[in-house]
Every structure is written in C-alpha cells, then in structure tokens.
C-alpha cells in the first residue's frame, strides 16, 4: 500500500470532522474520529469468524461456564464481540442508534472493551445523540474499508499515525509530544538491534522488547517487525506503557489485532506508577516528549531518589523539573537485563533526545550527574546526530542514544559520535513541521557507518572520517575549579561611604547612630591605604564626640565593607585569624579543566601569567559530565573575501539600474 492511500483512507475517517463543525471545537473532534476508527478496525478484523462467535455464543447459552476461552478461539484472535450487531445495521435505525451501538460496544470482550472506554465514548455516543449527527457518524464509518486484506497491521499503524497526527495538531500540543516518523523508527531500531547478532540468527531465539512511553505503538511494531524478518523463527513480546488513553487504546488494539497480548500495555505514567514492576528487557526504546515538565509526579519521583537510593530508579540525580528526559532514561537502564558471569544477558537501549541532555547543567546538577553516572558506568555506546525537521510537531534537532551494559570489547571505554545531520532528502510535501525524511539509502549508510565506527574513526583516509569520532568515557568528564583572587582595598571617608555605613544595619541598630554617622562625617576627604589606620582615625573621631566605639564582628564587617573601596593597588585583607587572603567574590572565576589534568599545572598555564595572586579553592572544585556535540564536529568557515562581497554588491546594483530604466521608459 503506497502513502497515497494511507492518506486518502485517513481523509475519509477525517471527512467526519465536516459533520462535526458546529456541534464540536476543532481540538475535540479527534476524540470521536480515533475511537469510531479503532471500532470499525476491530470489526472489519473479527468480520471472517462473526457467525462462528455468533454461534458459540448461542451453544454455551444458560450454561454457567466462563467461555472466554471458547469466544476466543471462536474469533482466531485475543478478543471477540458476541453481538451479531454491525455498524451498518446500526447505522439503518437511526432511532435506535444511540442504544444498539451501547449495545454493540459492550458485546466486545473486556480488553477490547477497555479500549473504547479510555476514549470516553459513552460520552461520546451520548453527545452524538444529542446532537443528531450519531447515525450520520456511524455510515460515515461502514464506507470505511479497513479489511486486514486491504489494510494489513504494519499499514493500519501509519493511518493511525496521520490521524493521531492531525489530532495532535489541532489539540496546540506541546512541541515534544510528537509521533515518531516510521523512517526515523527504522533507523532508530537498526541502531538498536542489529549489533545483537543472537537475536537475528539462532532459530528459537525469544527476545523482549519494551518501550515506557509507547504512544501508539509505532516503535514496538517496527522492533518486532525487524527481528521477524531476519529471523522468522524468533519469538518477540512486546510490553509498553502509555499516559495518554487514545494513544494507549491505538497501541492496546494494535497488539489484539496482531495477536500479541494487550495485557503488556500498561496505562499511566512511567514515573510514578511503572506497569512492569522489575521485569527486564532485552531492547528498550523511546522516544519521550521534549521539555515536559514532570511537577505531577514530583513528591513520588523525589520521594524514590531520597529514600530508595540505589534501590530505586532515579539514585545518580533529578533532572530540573521542566525536562523529564532524562528520569526516562535512568528509569530504562533500571529494566536492562544484568550481564551474567558468562558474558550472557544485558541489554541495549535506544532513545530520542533533543539537545538539552548532553549539556544542560552545571558541575554536581542533577543532569551532570546522570550523565556521570551512565558515563562512570561504561553504559554510553554511542550517540547520533539526526537532520533537524525530522518530526511532525517540531523542526528541532534531534540525537539518538544508544546505550547497552554489553558492549563488545573494542567498545569498552569508548563513546561513538556520529554526525548524521546531512542524511536526508527533501520532502515534496511537508507533513507538519516535517519537511526532511530519511531515505532508505541514508538508513543503510548510517546504520553502517555506524557499525564500522571504531575503524572509521580511526582511518583518517576513509571518506567518513570527519563524520565519526570516537572518545574515552573520561573526555567527557571536567573538573570545575572555582579560581579566587584576593580582595584589595583603600579605606576613605566620602558621601557615597558615609551613606553606605548609615544604611548598614550593625549601625542602624546603635543607640546613637546619627551621632555615630556625625562624627565620622568629621572625616569626610580622608583616605587611607591601611585597614589599621583607617580604624585608629575612625576610633578617635568617634571617641573625641563623647561617643563608645561600638564592638562586635558585625559591626566590624558593616564598617569595612562600607569605607573600604576596592583597589587593585589597595591592602590584601586577610581572612580573620588566619595568615590567608580573603577572597574577592567579585573577582571569582570559574574554569573547566579536563578530568585528570593536574589543575594545579593548568592554573600556572592558563591563569598565573595573566593574574599571578591568583589561587584555587580546592574545597569547591566539582566532578562534571557533559557531551559538547556540536562543538566537536565545527568546522571553520572563512568568511567571503571583501572583494567577492563588493563585486556581488555592484552586481546587483546595475542590475537594478537597468531593471529601474525599464519602468521609467
């Protein structure tokens, strides 16, 4: 089946939308299309054996047995509808719509049930009612033809797609909550799988996949689908877990249609209510929404951080709370397999990020030290970086990670980048925010290149070259020093000094403050190099108006900080007691140095020469992570030469001239 007809299918369930307009706001009117399109998929699937459940039903009539078993093998597959009820004889009683497709609607077997239930659709069924457009919904839906014959499963997921995809676009949905494009789930799974030579060889090999924010199941069909067909023989279960209820209810049918289990999609959310408990996988996959906040579940996640540590999903750190991302990831390396003493088990892992993981964060940030601690680990195999305008909802840059705690043994300690940004063609017709695709081709040279990566990367004669580069974990890794100089100062009594001492609260509180602020006004032009000397004239004002000098570290520092004035050339203060100078927080600085450079070394390289008082306050110094993409894939481009420019310049103005001549002629 070719995209046109996946288009003109999906407009046809869209084309209710016209009936619709009036009764529903635009934002609404995917909350009757995607459920009436699941119903009339699930019928169009269980039409061939109707009669036959039909028929069981009317045997096991009045017998008090749990025939679940029996309506099942009845209908071939993992759900059923005991009705002999169609939409289309719903739709020839428009009277009675309402109350027969309840009818029909709960004929079907729990799980299927359940599905149609998450989309609200007695509510649905009821507005519909009311507004007198039921019936016309319904023979909307039976021209509808969704036959398995005609729309096998693997093509039933891209109509999905589109109408989930117009839905989103009509609800203003958040940049990051996207559908992933079946080109880029290729890639992604090609990424993810391909290395795992078992998986694709031995006959029998049984193999689970799991994705904790599965939408509609996009990724889990294409990961099952890839395994199959390099190893027909394989056993693959699919498990997932979805928060939006149509996304889940797409995802739940998909599974019962192809015969999977529908119990292996949970409902909610993978933080703070994860459906699969402490069950491993061989590959996990995601791609989460970008940049959404995840405040809901806050007391749960900090809550598991605080209390479970190591125990629990999110011990290495939390991520700020307006980007999940990254709670995803730690909560998919919880479910990877362990690596047993023979070299057996483990897993892989793919996931989509934006930009914002492999930066975003200080030294000691939550996100620096998640970075760390999959880095520390030796879990970071490799990361790819996509076109930009990939997605449907947003033209952002995107990377995958891929991750595994098996890696091969020319992988240990090493970290893959690979610039794939300039793998793409250029879409005839933008879908969204869509207006790049994949090519098959690109997906096989970067799937490749990608295998080949450690011996590319270090071939510097391979036309690949400058697109692979390979790095120790530890070059990821810097020390971030906090660089002090010494606080200099003149002491001098002027206006500006004089207000800052009666504003400061040590003095405001003497019992005779103006007094105090009158008397030292006596000096008001003075100035002194000396912290000692400035007290002794300042003690002497003050006593000489009949006034106590006043004691106490804080007045001590209110007064200093008020008639001190910073000078390059003024006295070093010292800290109180200790022969140390005190630091200028004005003059602090901060450096990041490589992890494992000698910072001592680098201060006399880099910063000794240019401020010599300068020191390093090894009490502050912090271990941080993070992976400068970008950075290392620029390339310098020399700006066009001034004449070039020039000769461009006084192109373009004759050609005005000349262009200006024609009109006035």
């Not at 609404?28 to 061939?48: A, H, M, S």
């Not at 999940?324 to 483990?346: E, R």
């Not at 990020?353 to 964060?361: I, Q, R, V």
């Amino acid at each position: 089946m070719n995209s046109s007809k996946h288009t003109e299918l999906a407009n046809h369930a869209w084309s209710v939308a016209d009936l619709l307009r009036g009764d529903y706001k635009q934002s609404d009117y995917g909350k009757v299309i995607l459920p009436f399109t699941v119903l009339r998929r699930l019928e169009c699937v269980l039409e061939p054996t109707r009669d036959k459940v039909v028929e069981t039903v009317a045997r096991f009539e009045g017998q008090d047995l749990d025939t679940d078993h029996f309506l099942r093998r009845a209908s071939g597959h993992s759900f059923y509808n005991k009705s002999d009820l169609t939409l289309k004889k719903i739709a020839g009683d428009p009277r009675n719509a309402a109350v027969l497709l309840q009818k029909y609607v709960g004929a079907f077997s729990d799980n299927a049930r359940e599905v149609l239930d998450k989309y609200e659709f007695a509510q649905q069924i009821k507005r519909l009612d009311g507004a007198d457009l039921l019936y016309k919904v319904i023979g909307k839906f039976t021209d509808l033809d969704l036959h398995p014959k005609n729309v096998p499963n693997h093509n039933m997921g891209y109509i999905f797609e589109e109408l989930i995809r117009r839905f989103a676009e009509q609800s203003n949905e958040t940049a990051g909550e996207h559908f992933t494009p079946r080109e880029v789930i290729k890639l992604m799974v090609n990424l993810l799988i391909e290395p795992d030579g078992d998986a694709l060889t031995i006959p029998g090999a049984v193999r689970t996949v799991m994705d904790p924010a599965c939408g509609t199941g996009g990724m889990l069909s294409a990961a099952e689908e890839f395994i199959r067909k390099h190893n027909p023989d394989a056993t693959v279960e699919v498990y997932g877990q979805e928060l939006n209820p149509e996304s889940w209810a797409i995802c739940r049918s998909d599974l019962m249609i192809k015969g999977q289990d529908p119990e292996h999609i949970a409902f909610g959310n993978s933080f703070s209510d994860p459906g699969h408990g402490r069950e491993k996988f061989d590959f996990l996959l995601a791609n989460p929404p970008f940049g959404v906040e995840w405040k809901k579940v806050k007391d749960e996640v900090e809550y598991e951080h605080k209390h479970l540590g190591e125990a629990g999903r999110f011990a290495a750190g939390l991520p700020r709370i307006n980007d999940g991302s990254l709670l995803f990831l730690q909560h998919m390396i919880s479910m990877m397999k362990p690596v047993d003493v023979k070299g057996g088990g483990g897993s892989r892992i793919a996931i989509v990020f934006n930009g914002s993981p492999l930066f975003t964060g200080a030294a000691g940030s939550g996100e620096s030290e998640i970075r760390r601690w999959i880095l520390e680990n030796d879990w970071l195999e490799g990361i790819v970086a996509l076109p930009d305008q990939l997605f449907y909802n947003t033209g952002i840059s995107t990377y995958f990670w891929i991750l595994t705690n098996k890696k091969s043994p020319d992988h240990k300690g090493k970290v893959i980048l690979l610039d794939a940004r300039d793998q793409f063609q250029k879409m005839r017709k933008s879908l969204g925010d869509k207006r790049k695709e994949l090519g098959k081709q690109h997906i096989k040279d970067v799937t490749r290149l990608y295998g080949e990566a450690i011996q590319v990367a270090a071939d510097p004669e391979h036309p690949q070259h400058s697109k692979v580069k390979v790095f120790d974990n530890s070059a990821f890794g810097y020390q971030r020093i906090t660089v002090e100089r010494p606080l200099k100062l003149r002491f001098e009594v002027t206006e500006e000094t004089l207000a800052a001492l009666a504003a400061a609260k040590p003095v405001q509180k003497l019992p005779d403050a103006e007094s105090f602020v009158a008397a030292v006004r006596t000096l008001l032009g003075s100035t002194w190099s000396k912290k000692s000397d400035a007290l002794v004239a300042l003690k002497d004002a003050v006593v000489a108006a009949g006034l106590l000098w006043p004691t106490g570290a804080p007045f001590a520092k209110a007064l200093r900080d008020a008639v001190g004035v910073r000078d390059s050339e003024g006295e070093v203060q010292l800290v109180k007691g200790e022969p140390e100078p005190e630091p200028d927080a004005e003059l602090r600085d901060y450096e990041n140095v490589p992890l494992g450079e000698d910072v001592e070394e680098y201060l006399k390289r880099e910063v000794l020469p240019h401020v010599p008082d300068a020191w390093i306050d090894h009490t502050k110094t912090k271990i941080g992570y993070e992976i400068p993409f970008t950075r290392h894939f620029y390339v310098y481009e020399p700006p066009r030469p001034l004449a070039e420019i020039d000769a461009e310049l006084k192109a373009l103005e004759a050609e005005i001239q000349e262009l200006l001549g024609e009109v006035t002629e």
